[in-house]
């Protein structure tokens, strides 16, 4: 199976979207989802299911389809030329329609206008609007009707035809084209009162109104994906590429792994790679939404499009094209605003029956009032009126617009949401499970103390032990020399041995000095550990810390605890997920002593410790199985197994592949805050959804009776059914103004 991206043309509304969904579908062993606002067909397909049959069955539609064109090397190329001709060709329809409609409107409503034969005059502006203003209405229906479809704009256009052509009957064959012939307006029609009246300002308004709407949706479906544009914008155009020593500027396409290229201050990096030489500061905001930079320095790994506004670096290129950071989360936000929730399945099931109903109903209003009440004008209002107001197009905006404005706000802020099955999740959840290293904790080994005995003072055995941990890889070694580097220079060892999982010697000076597990320098050296430093090591131990001895000259003296420490964050973390209804859980496989104490500093209570990957699994499980809703919070291959069997798995976006891939969702910056935000922005952006469902079916429900009891006059339904699309378009796009309280959190600290 190969997962494929298709563009869709020629799709005006929902309707279009699940007509080509559903023709994709019936192909043998394809499974399709068609987007609206995005205007893409996700599509899995067998090997033996060609492109080229895929593009036909589209075709066969009435729509056309091709694979998107690869990107371009100069995306920041002029805006301007990006905006499609369909946008600049509706918005001159638009405002042409619009400027013959105005005095035909005021021509019919306003009896003081209306001269001797003004009518005629009418036609003579409304023509134009009611034939080339709809055209694109009246094309749409006519492709759809040669395909046995019907769509909202088979709605619009024989409502529009049909005040048109009532129009010119009543004007050729009626008595409305007699000299001094006048119309008032109301806002009920009123049944029986149109014998010989016209209902030309219905078919111009009726479809400037929806221009008007069509052109509102393109422009704000524009707008709400601007985020995704801007994301992949972002990355570098060029790179200074160092080849046999010389420096050579050269584009970022050419770049291959293996490549070492310069960066210097206020320079993007150029691909995602590893530091080769030198020490910065990179600004991340990009990727985590935070304004501090991260520090970095060799060995550290660097992402593509990220500034660099430091000290000079040199990278070496380890990922490139679409395997880059960069690609892989704009893959995950436009996968994410191709997917549809529950909700919004319902409302594609309900919009594909909807026009071919809402027609027989028109139908059933004209016979209905021709036969109670006998007149044919009363009867024609009414059913123009519910063909008019019923169009479903908000029901198709309803989930994809929000769903385009929350993840492109979402990857603004550092967090990813693969889909809108994780909103719903979101909606759900009443527990988290929080890995403690990496998660609650910053994963990196710290020193948090030096412990001495009366025969040495801490700087004596701070120095000595780093130097002779200076050739150690382990991470205790290395937060030991990390600490004493701050201090001062490191005194140079020799004679350095290691026993792995123990400690190591070395020579300093003139000192043969032992460091290591307490019960190793004891059994391998015969060295006790004073009484008093013994005790402060177990208290040590019992927190969460990890405690190695210190000796020299054939005595231990003193030991040095080194940790993992918490987050500064963590705990105001813990009590917003509480605020949100989450009852946090800390699982680890660190000693209990450990994880109690960092579940202490932060205020958690249900603790579970010692337990290995698939223990984590057994855990998420166990939590299931007492009724509960689970999301789980992790960053490492262990945790991935875990992750996915959670019903919303949350990867730190620092963490391993496996992580990120078995996830939910990905929170870019280690920080347990941007959790809860992430939390809060899936949860409105759902709310948002189920708000514009609400409107659009709730809209329809409560019109469709008013317009065919015949209380509905046709311009006021015209200009109803566009403020529907419109009100679901604007309503999504609040979700551009959430703001994220980890950033308010972190500028309140500074």
Request: net charge negative; hydrophobic share 50%.
């Amino acid at each position: 199976m190969a997962d494929l991206v298709l563009d869709i043309g020629g799709m005006t509304c929902a309707s279009c979207a699940n007509r080509v969904e559903r023709k994709l579908n019936k192909l043998p062993g394809v499974q399709a989802t068609v987007n609206y606002a995005t205007e893409k067909a996700r599509v899995t397909v067998p090997d033996e299911v060609t492109v080229d049959q895929l593009v036909a069955t589209v075709e066969s539609a009435g729509y056309t389809a091709e694979l998107p064109p690869p990107p371009r090397a100069e995306p920041e190329s002029d805006a301007a030329a990006t905006v499609p001709d369909t946008l600049a060709s509706l918005r001159l329809r638009l405002i042409l329609s619009a400027a013959l409609t105005v005095p035909v409107v005021a021509l019919s409503m306003i009896p003081a206008l209306q001269f001797t034969n003004w009518q005629w005059l009418a036609l003579t502006l409304a023509a134009p609007v009611a034939v080339w203003g709809a055209w694109p209405f009246h094309r749409a229906a006519w492709v759809n009707a040669r395909h046995g479809a019907a769509t909202m704009d088979t709605l619009v256009s024989v409502g529009v035809l049909a005040a048109f052509a009532w129009s010119l009957y009543a004007l050729f064959f009626g008595t409305a084209g007699m000299p001094g012939m006048q119309m008032t307006f109301s806002l009920i029609a009123e049944p029986g009162s149109g014998a010989s009246e016209i209902y030309l300002e219905v078919a111009a308004a009726v479809t400037v109104f929806i221009l008007g709407g069509r052109y509102i949706e393109a422009r704000t479906k524009r707008e709400s994906g601007a985020a995704l544009r801007a994301l992949l914008e972002l990355g570098a155009k060029d790179a200074s590429v160092l080849r046999d020593g010389v420096e050579v500027r050269v584009p970022v396409a050419a770049l291959v792994p293996g490549d070492q290229f310069l960066v210097r201050p206020g320079e993007k990096i150029a691909a995602d790679g590893l530091v080769l030489e030198g020490a910065s500061a990179v600004d991340l905001s990009m990727l985590t939404g935070e304004s501090m930079p991260g520090e970095v320095g060799v060995g550290d790994r660097v992402v593509g499009s990220t500034v660099n506004v430091g000290g000079r670096l040199v990278v070496e290129v380890t990922r490139v094209g679409a395997d880059t950071e960069l690609a892989r989360l704009a893959r995950l936000v436009e996968e994410a605003q191709t997917g549809k929730a529950e909700a919004q399945r319902l409302a594609d099931r309900v919009s594909a029956v909807f026009v071919p109903v809402v027609i027989g109903l028109a139908l059933l209003t004209l016979l209905g009032w021709l036969l109670i009440d006998g007149s044919v004008e009363a009867a024609f209002t009414a059913a123009v009126a519910t063909l008019i107001i019923a169009c479903p197009c908000a029901l198709g905006l309803a989930t994809p617009t929000a769903l385009l404005v929350g993840t492109g706000r979402g990857s603004q802020l550092g967090i990813l949401i693969r889909g809108p099955q994780v909103l719903e999740s979101t909606r759900k959840v009443d527990t988290i499970v929080l890995d403690k290293t990496g998660t609650v904790t910053s994963g990196r080994m710290q020193l948090l103390d030096v412990l001495t005995t009366d025969e040495a003072d801490r700087a004596t055995v701070l120095m000595l032990a780093a130097a002779a941990e200076h050739g150690s890889e382990h991470p205790i070694g290395r937060a030991i020399v990390a600490a004493a580097e701050l201090e001062g220079p490191v005194p140079p060892a020799s004679s350095f041995a290691s026993e792995q999982g123990n400690g190591v010697t070395a020579t300093v000076g003139d000192q043969a000095v032992i460091i290591g597990r307490a019960s190793w320098v004891e059994a391998r050296w015969a060295l006790a550990l004073p009484d008093g430093l013994r005790s402060a090591v177990d208290t040590a131990e019992a927190g969460a810390g990890t405690a190695v001895v210190v000796g020299w000259d054939g005595a231990v003296r003193g030991a040095l605890v080194v940790g993992d420490r918490v987050k500064p964050t963590s705990a105001e973390a813990i009590r917003r997920f509480r605020r949100l209804g989450l009852a946090p859980v800390l699982l680890t496989g660190d000693n209990s002593g450990a994880a109690r104490a960092v579940a202490t500093s932060v205020g958690i209570t249900d603790v579970r410790a010692e337990v290995t990957p698939a223990g984590k699994l057994a855990a998420i499980r166990s939590l299931q199985a007492e009724g509960r809703v689970v999301a789980m919070v992790g960053d490492g291959v262990n945790d991935a197994a875990a992750l996915a069997a959670a019903d919303l798995g949350i990867a730190m976006g620092a963490g391993t592949d496996a992580a990120i891939a078995a996830s939910d969702l990905t929170v870019m910056s280690g920080d347990l805050l941007s959790v809860a935000d992430a939390i809060r922005l899936s949860r409105r952006t759902l709310g948002t959804i189920k708000g514009n469902l609400f409107w659009a079916f709730a809209y329809n429900v409560a019109a469709i009776p008013v317009a065919m009891l015949g209380l509905l006059n046709p311009l006021l339904a015209g200009a109803a059914m566009a403020f529907s699309s419109v009100f679901v378009v604007t309503n999504s796009l609040r979700l551009r103004r959430f703001r994220a309280e980890a950033v308010v959190s972190h500028a309140a600290r500074q």
